[in-house]
Nanobody, 126 residues
Framework: ETHLVESGGGSVQAGGSLRLSCTTS????????LGWYRQGPDNKCELVST???????YSADSVKGRFTISRDNAKKMVYLEMNTLKPDDTAVYYC????????????????????WGQGTQVTVSS
């Protein structure tokens, strides 16, 4: 059975940093395409960053230059390093394995595609 569990969320002031971790099990981690999504207070869910099995990465314009996704295949973990946090980054952050449809990344949270964690709350105050 596939499991993903996020951790590392919390409350920080604007300009601060957090490192989210996602512990995984139940699938071949090194073959997985991994992504981070977030759902803000308006309930809109957006794709934040991806790290494909081939090593290619993507970051949304809103986090480019501030957030970095990485993976540790030996530990079967995926990380999201978040720096220079802004109040607009406040959201529940989800990690997902293979959130793909027709070979492409889904852009919103849809639990019918891939495997998802339960989320971790990040709150950034001004």
């Amino acid at each position: 059975e596939t499991h993903l569990v996020e951790s590392g969320g919390g409350s920080v002031q604007a300009g601060g940093s957090l490192r989210l971790s996602c512990t995984t099990s139940g699938f071949t981690f090194e073959d997985a395409n991994l992504g981070w999504y977030r759902q803000g207070p308006d309930n809109k869910c957006e794709l934040v960053s991806t790290l494909s099995r081939d090593g290619s990465t993507y970051s949304a314009d809103s986090v480019k230059g501030r957030f970095t996704i990485s993976r540790d295949n030996a530990k079967k973990m995926v990380y999201l390093e978040m720096n220079t946090l802004k109040p607009d980054d406040t959201a529940v952050y989800y990690c997902a394995a293979d959130p793909l449809r027709a070979g492409g990344w889904i852009t919103g949270c849809n639990y019918n595609y891939g495997s998802w964690g339960q989320g971790t709350q990040v709150t950034v105050s001004s």
